[in-house]
């Protein structure tokens, strides 16, 4: 039953984004003027772990590659990115290695890898890592797990005293906890709308569509440097949640609390556009004074995130002795 739910309402998804995009400015943002750490200068250490996790090797990199920012920003106008300065004498600062390396999930590590019966379905192994549907009574996917996973990894090595893969597999962790605040990447879409989906390819192909515009609005809004949505990031105060598990829970509640807001108003705006295609920045921008709405519930979410996710850092470095 629960793989016949899975075809029915994913087989109409071809392929599947993995999350907001900006991930190097929104961890920016959160951690740069905020951890009383931030500028410590760590020294670079070579990779020594013995991982029972799967990767795509040909993607993943185990150097250090701060200094060398991969640059995706889809603005066609100025773009806004963190400094990315290269080491210097071995060593970047704590900032820089959290921002650098939240990006890294993203870049393949986590494709083309066999990890679930149902990866064929959406596509690809990623997305079996960055998200967590709730369908029904029903959950799918490793997104949570993915976060607890890097947790657990950055704890063995600052327990080594390996400050550097300390940071650097916290950084996974913040991308995927990221990820999971992200509405789509918790339910296809609306509960009435997943339900459609099952029967109606039409719908299963605007909640697509649906997914990856709201992606491209987040990176609209950071890549932009948006005053208000930076204001919702920087400003946050920290939440201090006590254990990991509920930590997921309010992420993903968050998320998924806005999937009917953010989708009515996607769809007031766009309207049959979004059944034809995903939404670009071009298209946000030629509508920016209709798109107050959805502005104030996704500064809303990436807000209270931010508080979340800031909560989680810094409870995490005393726990591990760095501050
Ligand atoms: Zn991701």
């Given amino acids: 039953m629960k793989q016949l739910i899975t075809l029915l309402v994913l087989g109409f998804y071809c392929v599947i984004t993995f999350g907001w995009s900006a991930h190097e400015v929104l961890t920016y943002l959160l951690v740069k003027d905020f951890l009383p750490n931030s500028d410590k200068l760590i020294q670079i250490t070579p990779y020594n772990y013995d991982e029972k996790r799967v990767y795509n090797k040909d993607f993943l990199r185990l150097d250090d590659y701060c200094g060398e920012f991969i640059k995706s920003c889809p603005l066609s106008n100025a773009c806004y990115y963190p ?10 600062p704590v900032w820089q290695i ?29 997305g079996v890592r960055h ?8 959950e799918f996917f490793e997104g949570s797990e993915s976060f607890y996973y890097f947790v657990n990894m950055s704890k063995e090595a600052f327990n080594r005293g390996d400050e550097y893969w300390g940071y650097r597999f916290l950084a996974r962790a913040i991308h995927y906890l990221e990820d999971l605040s992200m509405p789509y990447h918790n339910t296809p879409g609306t509960f009435f709308d997943t339900l459609r989906a099952f029967t109606d390819k039409e719908m299963a192909h605007l909640l697509s569509n649906s997914h990856y515009s709201y992606d491209e609005y987040l990176a609209y ?15 946050a105060q920290p939440e201090y949640t006590r254990y990991l598990r509920r930590l997921i829970q309010k992420v993903r509640l968050l998320g998924l609390n806005n999937i009917d807001g953010v989708d009515r108003l996607l769809r007031r705006t766009y309207g049959d556009l979004l059944g034809k295609r995903v939404l670009t920045t071009a298209d946000y921008a030629a509508h920016e004074n209709d798109l107050e709405e959805l502005k104030q ?13 800031r909560g989680f850092i810094l409870s995490f470095l005393k726990e591990v002795g760095q501050i």
């Fill in 131 to 138: 998200m967590k549907y709730n369908i029904a009574i029903f």
């Fill in 221 to 235: 809004l950071l890549y932009g440097y948006d005053q208000d949505t930076v204001k919702g990031i920087v400003q």
């Fill in 297 to 309: 519930i996704t500064i809303g979410i990436i807000s209270r995130f931010s508080s979340l996710a």
């Fill in 83 to 92: 400094p990315d300065p290269k080491p210097i004498d071995g060593k970047v």
């Fill in 98 to 126: 959290l921002t650098v390396y939240s990006v890294e999930p993203d870049l393949g590590m986590d494709e083309g890898l066999q990890l679930s019966p149902l990866q064929n379905i959406i596509g690809n192994s990623q």
